[in-house]
């Protein structure tokens, strides 16, 4: 919490202007700021006010249909379902830790940690869903402890998790951002956190659930992925939503060599998310192959560059077209598929047109 300042007095030149908004430094300024009033980031408030009208629940999501689509599938796609859910296990562990250990830590702000707080729960309901499906797919429990120990045990997941290590884990032991050199490591632990992890290695994994959903299979899968989806999207709008403020008050931090090195960053995530495709893939299926999903990776790490305000360096299309309806069809349909699902009950009014 910043130190008290002394009070307003009148000087032979009028009364001191010293606002609440002026003694506040920037984002991340070391400190712990208590005080929502006056508001200074009012759109991380709204972002945490839309989160909570986004509630659901594991229990409401049916399992029961993909016991028996799980029996109709080929050994190759029995095989990417069992490495996927390895990988769900682990994901969101990752994420949940580095919001406790790091963001909550260093961005200065109690509308964000207001939006943090409700970010980590989400990441639990993830975590929550992901064992029940490992319960509910993987019925030996030899297998499912090897899922748990996926980053162990399973090549492409252990790199995944590795390079999400190497760029994330340097700013764990930094207590307060007091330098230039500090804040720029703290931007590339949030770049790598909303576009790597949860907008490249999470975007992957929902391509292979849909795919599935388009041949009319494990339906249960994909109502849950649905509403990951949708929570995560949100995650890495709002995490773009600091990195732009970042921006605003200090854009000396935003160099060519912060460029670069962000650029490489992204390139290594889309390699160690082709590793897990060709794991995955394999020699390819009808409708899914390696190649297809470095299309698809390509042009999702352009996207990301591009609302970094980088230059996008692959220029590849995406070629799925149900991953484009994706989220205009989701966060449209959430409120009107399952009304009476809800156990909570949410003040205030709903509006198609908000912002998630």
């Known amino acids: 919490m910043n130190p008290p300042t002394a009070p307003e007095t009148d000087t032979p030149t009028g009364p001191t202007k010293t606002t609440e908004a002026a003694r506040r430094g920037n984002l991340l300024d070391p ?16 972002r945490y006010r839309a989160a909570i009208r986004n509630t659901w629940t594991v229990e409401e999501v049916d399992l029961h249909s993909d016991v028996s689509d799980l029996a109709k599938l080929s050994p190759a796609e029995q095989h990417m379902i069992g490495r996927l859910v390895a990988f769900f296990a682990t994901g969101d562990s990752i994420v949940a830790n580095n919001l ?31 064992l029940t499906l490992l319960d509910t797919y993987l019925p030996d429990p030899e297998d499912r402890a090897a899922a748990f120990a996926a980053v162990e045990n399973i090549p492409s997941i252990r790199e995944k998790a590795a390079f999400c290590f190497r760029w994330m884990d ?13 804040r720029r490591r703290f931007l590339l632990n949030l770049i790598c956190f909303a576009a790597c992890i949860e907008g490249l290695f999470f975007y992957g994994a929902f391509a292979y659930v849909y795919w599935f959903r388009s041949r009319g299979l494990l339906h249960g899968l994909a109502t849950g992925t649905n509403w990951v989806f949708r ?23 935003f160099d060519e060599a912060l460029r670069g ?5 992204i390139k290594e995530a889309v390699e160690a998310e082709l590793q897990f495709a060709h794991d995955l893939c394999g020699e390819g299926m009808p409708g899914m192959n390696t190649a297809s999903m ?13 609302r970094l305000g980088f230059a996008p360096v692959y220029g590849s299309q995406n070629p799925f077209s149900y991953m484009e309806l994706q989220g205009v069809q989701e ?3 959430f409120f009107e598929r399952r009304p009476s699902a809800y156990q909570v009950a949410v003040e205030g009014t709903v509006g198609f047109d908000d912002e998630f």
């Open 31 to 46: 400190g712990f700021e208590l005080t929502l009033r006056p508001m200074r980031y009012p759109d991380f408030y709204e």
């Open 100 to 130: 406790v250990l790091t963001l909550y830590k260093h961005i200065n702000s109690p509308e964000a940690r207001l939006y943090l707080s409700r970010q980590l729960f989400e990441e639990a309901v993830h975590v929550q869903f992901y």
């Open 170 to 182: 340097q700013v764990e032991q930094i207590d307060r951002l007091e330098t230039a050199a500090d």
């Open 231 to 253: 929570d995560e999207t949100m995650h890495m709008s709002f995490a773009f939503d600091v990195v732009d403020t970042v921006r605003r008050e200090e854009p000396g931090l």
């Open 261 to 265: 090195q962000v650029t490489e960053m």
């Open 294 to 306: 470095r299309e698809y990776l390509q042009c999702v790490a352009d996207q990301r560059l591009q």
């Open 331 to 333: 966060l449209t349909n």
